[in-house]
């Protein structure tokens, strides 16, 4: 069964390879969904998979890679089926 999540990161998460570390988390937990910096200076993210990758991944969040400092990390758990192939860096 496919889970999926949105995620909302702040803090300093834009400059600090954020969606680039995102996106190499995601592939290696084998997840599909997207990366993307949003305006206001957060990141936003779609994960699907298996549920325990999921919560791995939105865990990862919560820290981000080493020059981040994350603030606040929200999670939405989503229903219906699984939209993506892959995961992407949206710009």
């Not at 200076?41 to 969040?61: I, K, Y």
């Not at 758990?77 to 699984?82: C, S, V, Y």
């Amino acid at each position: 069964m496919t889970a999926r999540a949105q995620v909302r990161v702040e803090g300093r998460v834009q400059g600090v390879f954020f969606r680039q570390s995102t996106a190499e988390m995601a592939r290696q937990l084998e997840l599909c969904g997207w990366v993307r910096n949003l305006s206001d200076g957060s990141v936003e993210a779609l994960f699907e998979g298996e549920r325990s990758r999921v919560e791995q991944a939105t865990a990862w969040c919560r820290q981000g890679p080493p020059r981040a400092s994350v603030s606040e990390v929200t999670v939405r758990w989503l229903d219906g089926p699984a939209e993506y192939a892959g995961f992407a860096i949206r710009y």
